[in-house]
């Protein structure tokens, strides 16, 4: 089992949602259930598994879901039908103070529009979360310092809120969420406030962090492009449906649909598409023996192509691709590589 389940979730919006939550099971559609009951479908019989330590982004277009999926993770909506267990406890049966402990001790949360208290310090804002829990004060202080430090916010520890550019402010929402040591990050449209260079700088932050700390993070974007930076996994939602789930380079090779398929059409595949997509495996009826590859540059199989190609035209021959282990899991030729780049 995944360290999250969310098993045949639905969502009707209004103040009898039976008859409506009859006719979406039986498959009709949104617009038709709306029209036929006056009762929004938030969520149709969306199910997903997340495994622990990943970054998993929810993506798609204003009604999508998205937003709504992410609020049932901690109870702040609760489903018309469905299941909902982290490592194996299901949240919709936990009594009020139990869904409190679970909330304090497992989830942070990181807001789009900061959710700082202004007339709080910075120190204070990033420690909120252990005053909460009772945690003595100069413990909390402590563990706050460090973390302003670590998100790059070392001496603003006095500064107030107003006194912070919105990227400086998301830091400290980021370094507040971390404080807790929570097991899942929650990060609904985190980045979306931010200019664009300080979204993405934010984004290789976040990368960072997540190489160190590896927490399990769910992560909820309208961008493409921030969903295939930041995402182990891709679930796209449409009109509260699942429509598909996969790796980024999954998602841009095989759209499940004309819809995904109008998602990824500008995608810049060199900065998607990594070596374990492209190799041939090692093995294959068209793989070149062991002996042929002596000498070969050895790249890591999660090598994205826009490193590779300037290794691949170098080399006339080809690439070996080895694991985590150092390896042989396959090659790489340079036709291989330009035929990605053309398609």
């Keep these: 089992m995944s360290y999250i389940e969310i098993k045949n979730i639905y969502k009707i919006f209004g103040p009898h949602p039976k008859k409506a939550l009859k006719m979406a099971q039986n498959g009709e559609n949104k617009d038709n259930i709306l029209a036929k009951t006056g009762h929004t479908v938030g969520l149709q019989n969306v199910s997903l598994s997340i495994e622990q330590g990943e970054t998993f982004v929810v993506m798609g277009l204003s009604g999508s879901g998205k937003s709504t999926l992410i609020r049932h993770l901690n109870r702040l909506i609760d489903p018309t039908a469905g299941e909902i267990l982290f490592g194996g406890e299901n949240i919709l049966q936990m009594t009020t103070a139990r869904l409190n402990a679970f909330r304090r001790a497992k989830l942070g949360m990181v807001f789009q529009r900061f959710g700082l208290l202004p007339h709080r310090s910075v120190i204070d804002n990033v420690a909120y979360g252990l005053e909460i829990q009772r945690t003595d004060k100069a413990e909390r202080l ?61 984004q290789d932050e976040l990368m960072k962090l997540q190489s160190e700390l590896h927490k399990t993070i769910i992560f909820i974007t309208h961008d493409l492009d921030e969903a295939l930076k930041l995402g182990d996994r891709i679930a796209i939602l449409k009109d509260g449906a699942l429509i598909q789930v996969g790796r980024p380079e999954e998602i841009v090779m095989n759209p499940a649909d004309d819809y995904v398929r109008a998602f990824t059409r500008d995608v810049n595949r060199s900065k998607v598409l990594r070596a374990k997509t492209l190799m ?18 050895e790249i890591d199989s999660n090598m994205r192509l826009e490193d590779i190609l300037p ?26 590589v330009i035929a990605a780049l053309a398609a």
Aim: charge should be negative.
């Design 142 to 202: 402590k563990s706050a310092r460090t973390w302003i430090e670590r998100v790059g916010l070392a001496g603003y520890e006095d500064s107030f809120p107003d006194q912070l550019s919105g990227g400086m402010q998301q830091r400290v929402g980021l370094a507040r969420a971390l404080t807790t040591d929570p097991e899942v990050l929650l990060m609904d449209e985190a980045f979306s406030a931010l200019d664009p260079l300080i979204r993405s700088d934010m």
């Design 280 to 297: 041939r495996p090692t093995g294959a009826s068209d793989d070149v023996t062991t002996a042929n590859t002596t000498g070969w540059p």
């Design 311 to 336: 290794i691949a035209i170098a080399c006339p021959y080809g690439i070996s691709v080895i694991d985590h282990d150092h390896q042989k899991i396959g090659t790489l030729s340079k036709d291989q």
